[in-house]
């Protein structure tokens, strides 16, 4: 069930209690952004709902934010691999996620990432390996394949996996090495791939969860990162660095390009990411 044959549905279960509903479709990169700012700009507007994947919600949130931040959001996934949606526990059945809407009272707050001062992103920025993969796979073979589209984007990407010299400041503490991945974090789920497990992460405690993966250099120790990917045990710290913090500072490489929330963003030898605590209002109904 795509999000255009099931729109009319939407809305009228929006209507069906009461809602007064303004129905906007974008074209293109940015749209959303200008959307969600021109709602929180005008009066009259009580909630913006998005329906679509993981970066058009990254444009409703910046628009949001940059609006004022007053407005929550309802969160319908329509994309291929929904990380926020998953975390969150928000069915991927559209209908169901629209009811689920409808049923809350009042909005969950949740935690934010603020990218070198200048762009949020709701659950991850990320760097290195697979990072690529959410924006370079083309967006009719994600409609067609889904999540697999995701993972086969990966596959192809191993080939040309290298390491990137990478120094972190968090904490007080230094973490630098040869890694090749990172994620600074607020989900549970990592391009849908990687699990962190709900039991280890909070969304609105103010932090964020750190994962530097390190180059592999022996066979014994690619082994060890994948078990621990696969497990989700982070604890080896001859394959990882994984810890929590409010805000890091990275010196990256020449050409080390990030994603956020699955967009490009691209390379900057310093980058400052600080946790936005409870920087959004998520309007939805939890599962029991």
């Not at 959001?73 to 209908?95: H, R």
């Not at 996620?97 to 709701?122: E, H, M, Q």
């Amino acid at each position: 069930m795509t999000m255009r044959s099931s729109l009319f549905d939407i809305i009228q279960i929006f209507c069906e209690n009461n809602w007064l509903v303004t129905t906007q479709i974008t074209s293109g990169r940015g749209d959303a952004t200008v959307m969600a700012m021109e709602a929180e700009t005008e009066k009259g507007y009580n909630l913006i709902v998005c329906c679509g994947g993981d970066g058009t919600l990254n444009e409703v949130v910046n628009g949001i934010v940059q609006g004022g931040g007053t407005l929550p959001v309802g969160y319908i996934p329509a994309g291929s691999t929904n990380d926020f949606a998953d975390s969150m526990g928000i069915s991927t059945d559209l209908i169901q996620a629209a009811y689920s809407i409808t049923k809350c009272r009042s909005p969950i707050k949740l935690d934010l990432g603020l990218f070198n001062n200048s762009r949020v992103f709701t659950y991850i920025a990320s760097f290195g390996a697979f990072t690529a993969t959410s924006y370079t796979v083309p967006q009719n073979m994600k409609n067609a394949m889904g999540h697999f589209a995701y993972v086969l984007g990966g596959i192809m990407d191993v080939t040309t996996i290298k390491p990137y010299h990478v120094s972190a400041q968090a904490n007080g503490e230094t973490y630098e090495g040869d890694y090749i991945f990172g994620a600074v974090s607020n989900s549970s789920s990592v391009g849908g791939i990687i699990k962190l497990g709900n039991e280890a992460v909070s969304l609105n405690d103010g932090k964020f969860e750190v994962l530097l993966v390190k180059n592999p250099s022996t066979p014994t120790e690619l082994h060890k990162v994948f078990w621990g990917l696969f497990n989700a045990d982070f604890s080896d710290s001859k394959a990882f660095d994984f810890f929590r913090t409010d805000k890091i500072k990275f010196d990256m490489p020449d050409g080390m390009d990030w994603s956020l929330d699955g967009e490009y963003e691209p390379w900057k030898n310093v980058v400052e990411i600080e946790n936005i605590h409870s920087g959004i209002k998520l309007w939805y109904k939890p599962k029991k």
